[in-house]
């Protein structure tokens, strides 16, 4: 609770805010806060009335952040990960619970590459480990959230992720996409008409392949999907802030 001599906010409601901002629908991201969706509305409303500002714009059927809801949602989610990094320090300065590392891996990543990278790492005594495995949005919440301490996933400098300067990477692999058709497909149609495999736009790897695309002006596949031939880096991403 933060509290002015105008009132009190909840931190909660800037958590609504932020759930709102991703799901992009007012019944969405009230089921993901399990409240009624009357309520959540309120909530975000009484969050506008402290804050003297209009952060949510009700005019069009997606919900999108005004220019003062994107500055808060930058403020909130920093507000909301110092709050938990604050946590987290002081739990360990108190040694009120065990050594815990928490991962987030995308899926491919969490089983392919994460198992047997984290044997190499293996000490005599090992810290109890946590993975989340998700796709790649979800994954960037959870470290700008401080729920995770380390992010496993694939990178391309063209690629725009969300983390800033308070935020460290590190290459641990190396990984290339190679595109792949069946012999009756290149025997039967030119190579252009192939249906394809896409990745959703959820996902990092799609990030990264509509980068280049888009860096070297080719059209989107017009199959279902697209594989295309570009390596990637697996990267472990942390947030600057107390030692885990």
Same mark, same amino acid.
């Given at each position: 609770m933060f509290a002015s001599q105008e009132g009190t906010v909840n931190s909660t409601w800037m958590e609504d805010v932020l759930v709102l901002l991703e799901s992009g629908n007012f019944s969405r991201a009230a089921e993901r806060r399990s409240v009624g969706q009357p309520s959540f509305s309120r909530r975000i409303m009484a969050l506008e009335d402290w804050l003297g500002a209009t952060l949510i714009d009700r005019s069009t059927h997606t919900v !999108?952040?005004?220019?003062?809801?994107?500055?808060? !949602?930058? #403020?909130?989610?920093?507000?909301?990960?110092?709050?938990?990094?604050? *946590?987290?320090?002081?739990? *360990?300065?108190?040694? #009120?619970?065990?050594? !815990? +590392?928490?991962?987030?891996?995308?899926?491919?990543?969490?089983?392919t590459f994460f198992p047997s990278w984290l044997r190499k790492l293996e000490t005599?005594?090992?810290?109890?480990?946590?993975?989340?495995?998700?796709?790649?949005?979800?994954?960037?919440?959870?470290? #700008? !959230?401080?729920?995770?301490?380390?992010? +496993?996933?694939?990178?391309?400098?063209?690629?725009?992720?969300?983390?800033d300067q308070a935020f460290i990477s590190a290459h641990?692999?190396?990984d290339s996409l190679?595109?792949?058709?069946?012999? *009756?497909?290149?025997?039967?149609?030119?190579?252009?008409?192939?249906?394809? #495999?896409?990745?959703?736009?959820?996902?990092?790897?799609?990030?990264?392949?509509?980068?280049?695309?888009?860096?070297?002006?080719?059209?989107r596949p017009s199959g279902a999907a697209s594989r295309t031939r570009k390596a990637s880096a697996p990267r472990r991403h942390k947030p600057r802030g107390p030692a885990t």
């Open positions: !999108k952040p005004t220019p003062a809801g994107e500055r808060f !949602k930058d #403020i909130a989610e920093d507000l909301l990960r110092r709050l938990h990094l604050a *946590q987290v320090e002081l739990q *360990q300065m108190q040694a #009120i619970q065990t050594v !815990k +590392l928490r991962f987030a891996a995308t899926h491919a990543l969490a089983l005599v005594n090992p810290p109890t480990v946590e993975l989340v495995a998700d796709h790649m949005a979800a994954c960037e919440s959870l470290m #700008i !959230k401080a729920e995770v301490q380390f992010l +496993l996933c694939h990178h391309h400098e063209l690629a725009h992720t969300r983390f641990v692999g190396q190679l595109p792949v058709a069946a012999p *009756q497909l290149l025997a039967s149609m030119d190579a252009a008409d192939i249906p394809r #495999i896409e990745f959703t736009a959820e996902s990092g790897m799609g990030r990264i392949l509509s980068a280049v695309r888009a860096s070297r002006r080719l059209p």
